[in-house]
């Protein structure tokens, strides 16, 4: 497991600290819960102390309870997968502007 110290900033300002990092997993001694993960993705910060890196467009892939210890994965979000979202919601306007179901 890797020795640093990270925070993770959430787009909404929520931050999560004294997290360590194992493989790609961060590791929390505090109760993590996934919701609040839920939209707030769009912009996050991982900072590890020394260097701070901005995400666009991530995820929560899964938030696990092991032991005593919460760990959570993040992942961002490939090109094609953006371009899904945005044809989805494309088309679920169209629907609700022609008052048509899908």
Do not use: P
């Not at 993040?74 to 179901?101: G, P």
């Amino acid at each position: 497991m890797n020795d640093k110290i990270y925070s993770v900033t959430l787009a909404d300002g929520t931050t999560i600290e004294n997290l360590r990092l194992n493989g790609n997993n961060f590791v929390s001694d505090i109760e993590i819960d996934k919701s609040i993960f839920d939209g707030n993705c769009h912009f996050v910060m991982i900072s590890d102390g020394e260097t701070e890196t901005v995400h666009e467009n991530m995820e929560c892939v899964q938030v696990t309870q092991m032991e005593d210890e919460y760990w959570f994965v993040l992942r961002e979000l490939s090109e094609s997968e953006l371009k899904e979202a945005k044809i989805q919601a494309s088309i679920e306007y169209i629907a609700m502007m022609c008052d048509v179901e899908l």
